[in-house]
């Protein structure tokens, strides 16, 4: 029996579970689900026979070292900041892991180690990173072999409500890890826009955006996320003169979250004494200059952001409830921890509304022997009422596959990397297709 670690129990990774055990039999795989809170493992797998949740605190290095040496694959959900740890165990104990997360360095930098042990590490398995990587792959070779020259590229993914229901004022709910879209644009960004290298630090990030038109949803806002001139080589697309990857939200969501950023409440770094017995304001307080005494906190703030004290930013930072004296009662003890239990309370999805998933390349190609053209690619996908969200199914169907793949022998390759090997893409999306998850094309001359 292949026995399959699951590290994280959290949103994400409901349908990659369920997909599992589905096959448990047929596959003779034993899945076992490891998550701090025992009560969320314990849902995910119920009471499947070939199934087991345990609670287990991945800073627990005896622990997670045992349970990873135990397993035949291990499936990383956990948040990126614990990817090192697992990677490290991984290549140590000889284990081949599949990850949603971004590769970060130290998972490079084993690339070596983990070809001497024969084993994959595989990183940005999900929906974005994944699907937005194999996708845009599958298409890019697609042009090229048409004598297609690409000249620019530009790839956007989101998780937001459907349109058309009931929204909040944000038009936003959390269905993935809410700690990472509190830290959403820490790391700032970088692009190439039209030959010329931009750079967005991370305070400017959600006030640097665009409008993207998104054919079946609308207008959105876009900004840009994290390093994509690091996937010009990955894509083989070093002579392009636009590399552009980007979050696409409602507009109205970035003109607020940016006054979040500047008032500084996306840190993890600082600890706040006492904080779950603290209310919001007093939090917020800790945050405004001390020459700033005296007066409204509401008023304070918007003085201190420079902004309309009436106006529709400060409506949302009051709806949020970051000026209420209610005690917090988080866990964690940092502003990071403050906002994100505030997002799961506050834009939590409701059993009435859907999510949506949106993956969107836009390609400027010329030809030799014809006129250019832009190409569109476009992903959506709703959740269903009382179903699996989209988010759920798109970044769990692709490690899914990628499990089965792995364990039946047809995925060979060793090394530290990221689904842009057609060895890796090609299945994985010709399952996806067949499961109904398929992009809509459109074509346009390129003007001149």
Known sequence: MKNILVLGAGQSSAYLISSLLEDAVAEDLFVTVGDRDLETARACVGEHPRGAAMQ?????????????ERSTIVVNMLPAAFHNLVSWDCVAHGRDMLSVSYRDQTTRDLDLDAKRRGILLLSELGLDPGLDHMSAMALIRRVQADGGRIVAFRSYGSGIPAPNQPHNPLRYVVTWDPRNVVMAGEAGAQYLDDGDIKIVPFHHVFQHTWPCDVEGIGRLEAYANRDALSYMQSFGLEHVKTMIRGTLRYPGWSETWTQIVRL??????????????????????????????????????AHFLQISPTGRIMENLRWLGLFSDEPIGCQGDTSCAMMVHLLQQKLPLSSDVRDLVLLVHELEVTYADRPGERITSTFALEGTLGGPTA?????????AIAVKLKLR????????????????????????????LHFVERREPLST
């Open 264 to 301: 500084g409440l996306p840190n993890e770094t600082l600890r706040i004494p006492g904080l779950a017995v603290r209310s919001y304001a007093e939090v917020v307080e800790m945050f405004l200059p001390r020459d700033m005494r005296g007066g409204p906190i509401e008023q304070r703030t």
């Open 56 to 68: 287990l605190d991945i800073n627990d290095a005896g622990l997670r070292s045992a349970e990873i």
């Open 409 to 436: 022998g047809e995925l060979s390759l060793t090394g530290s990397l990221i689904p842009t090997h057609p060895a890796i893409y090609e299945p994985i999306l010709a399952e996806t297709e067949a499961a109904g």
């Open 391 to 399: 988010m759920s199914r798109t970044v769990g169907l692709p490690v």
